[in-house]
């Protein structure tokens, strides 16, 4: 299944965004960029998602930052591949470097794999923050983490006050609650029209990502044809290539590759009138002897 998932397949168009959101929607999860899931965790969890019970999730280190860490974790995700018998390739001294783009094309193949497996439906009887806390370490989901270093940070400023909310209950009416609710009520509008245009605004890349890539994969298709070895000195792959592999971006080579066509055509009717008058002398000749 694994093997069949070649480098020219759909599965590595799928924008960054959509990946994200695949990870983020199943796993409970806030990526907000794909080297966050360059531990390897992310990967074991998919599996384990995709497999119940077939990671040994308590060797997952989801706090893992350094690459030694990082390594484990992509031990286990191989020891995960060979049980299932998965073809795979892992090439973890690149992932664990967290570089974008060779994770990226990772996660879309696993992404594509999962997909395959399970028809691309979320298994809702998967608990994903469970699974977790079964790791190697206690695991928080990173909101908890903000709202307690927020409430330390209060203990700070505020020193000998224990409980901020039972401060509020015994202080008694506050004033300008009118005006507190009016500016909440304008706040949440606010809040809902950005999240809409946000949202908007991920669609559109979306679209242009997926956009970009159509015409990526066209213009490849354009590349690997011209580099076939019955076509790669014909003039017309000759003059493509000429366009495909510009480097100044401020002028256009079309003009420069339209002058090589015609030159090429130029020489080769020429070579073809020669080649035909020498054959009309050579049949002259044979006449005139006989």
């Known amino acids: 299944m694994a093997s069949n998932i070649g480098i020219m397949d759909s599965a590595y168009f799928v924008g960054r965004n959509e990946i994200l959101t695949w990870i983020n929607n199943r796993l409970q999860l806030n990526l907000s960029r794909i080297e966050e899931a360059a531990s ?102 990173r909101g908890a983490q903000k709202i307690s270093k ?10 000998g006050t224990g409980d901020t909310v039972g401060l509020n209950k015994t202080s008694g009416p506050t004033q300008g609650k009118p005006y507190a609710a009016a500016g909440g ?8 029209a950005l999240s809409k245009e946000i949202t908007d605004l991920k669609l559109s890349v979306d679209l242009l990502e997926k956009e970009r890539d159509f015409y990526f994969a066209k213009l490849r298709d354009i590349e690997v044809l011209c580099q076939t070895s019955e076509l790669e000195e014909v003039p017309i792959a000759v003059a493509v290539k000429k366009i495909l592999y510009a480097a100044d971006a401020k002028e ?39």
């Open 40 to 141: 390897g965790a992310v990967q074991c969890q998919m599996m384990d998602m995709t497999y119940p019970g077939v990671v040994p999730m308590h060797k997952v280190n989801f706090d893992a930052k350094t690459e030694y860490d990082m390594i484990q974790n992509y031990k286990v995700l191989q020891e995960v591949f060979n049980k299932l018998k998965i073809e795979k390739p892992l090439e973890v001294n690149r992932l664990v470097k967290g570089r974008p783009l060779d994770n990226l094309e990772f996660l879309q193949w696993l992404k594509r794999y999962c997909d395959s497996i399970n028809g691309g439906i979320m298994n809702e009887n998967y608990n994903p923050v469970e699974r977790r806390c079964k790791g190697g370490k206690d695991r928080h989901p």
């Open 150 to 159: 927020s409430l330390q940070a209060s203990n700070l400023h505020n020193p």
């Open 185 to 192: 009520a304008n706040s949440s509008g606010e809040i809902q």
């Open 252 to 290: 256009s080579p079309l003009a420069e590759a339209q002058e090589y066509l015609y030159q090429s055509l130029n020489v080769g009717e020429a070579e073809d009138e020669g080649e035909a008058k020498g054959e009309a002398e050579a049949e002259a000749e044979t006449e005139t002897d006989h």
